[in-house]
């Protein structure tokens, strides 16, 4: 796509668009996996990983919308316990692109257990950084894949590292590699993945189950240093446009 002089100016021409007639580019619907009432893997630190999914997947949300780009939300407000929905409601917006946020853990046996303010908590160094997934199943794999393999290659220049451990060759992992270098597995049978009628990726942001991961985390840069990389990723994959 053409580069235009500076995205404010973007934002500007995005928001005439309509009065002229011609249209907006489609939005990109930015998923927050889990929910409050199932709220995904548990992190060291005791806390329930839908709200780390949250954060991050309104911190990106923000972002994009700031740089002139229309978003869904899905699943931002904890209430979304029906996992077909999610996709369902990407399709019917019209969506270019669908990201799927949220954070890993590892495998039980791998557990270890601690006491952090008098509490009884379960932490693993199995596992840390970033993951990707796209699905063999969704129509648009070449596309996945490339913005994908884009996502993994903006964090990796930005200092953050793929995880391993979900190639291992165990029961619950034994993921196949899609582009290792850039941190991507095929997970063919995800639900928001196969079922989305445009390009699909999720992104493991890290391994809250890990205590440096999720003390990482916390940091308030952490969120809006992942948010850049997606953003950098998806214009470089043409998933938004192209911005200064
Ligand atoms: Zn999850």
């Known amino acids: 796509m053409k580069r235009l002089p500076h995205r404010c100016c973007y934002a500007l021409i995005l928001a005439i668009l309509p009065c002229l007639g011609i ?11 889990h929910s409050m009432a199932h709220s995904g893997a548990v992190s060291a630190y005791g806390k329930p990983e839908f709200a780390y999914n949250a954060a991050l997947a309104a911190t990106i949300s923000d972002l994009l919308v700031a740089q002139g780009v229309p978003v869904i939300k899905i699943g931002h407000d904890g209430k979304m316990d029906d996992l077909k929905k999610r996709p369902q409601l990407a399709n019917a917006a019209g969506a270019a692109f669908f990201l799927s946020i949220h954070h890993d853990s590892a495998q039980p046996h791998y557990f270890k257990p601690w006491q952090w303010q008098g509490k009884n908590l379960q932490h693993t160094e199995h596992g840390s950084g970033f993951s990707l997934f796209v699905s063999r199943k969704n129509p648009y ?3 996945s894949l490339a913005c994908a393999s884009a996502l993994g290659k903006a964090l990796k220049q930005a200092g953050f590292y793929p995880s391993q451990h979900h190639a291992e060759k165990i029961v619950g992992e034994n993921k196949e590699w899609a582009d290792q270098e850039n941190g991507v597995f095929y997970y063919d049978n995800l639900v928001v993945l196969k079922s989305t009628a445009m390009p699909a990726v999720l992104l493991e942001a890290a391994v809250i189950a890990n205590r440096q991961d999720e003390e990482k985390l ?9 948010a850049a990389e997606v953003a950098k990723g998806l214009s470089a994959c043409n998933a938004i446009p192209t911005l200064h």
């Open 23 to 33: 249209a907006q580019p489609k939005p990109v619907a930015i998923d927050a996996g």
């Open 141 to 143: 794999l070449t596309n």
């Open 218 to 226: 916390q940091t308030p840069q952490m969120h809006p240093s992942i």
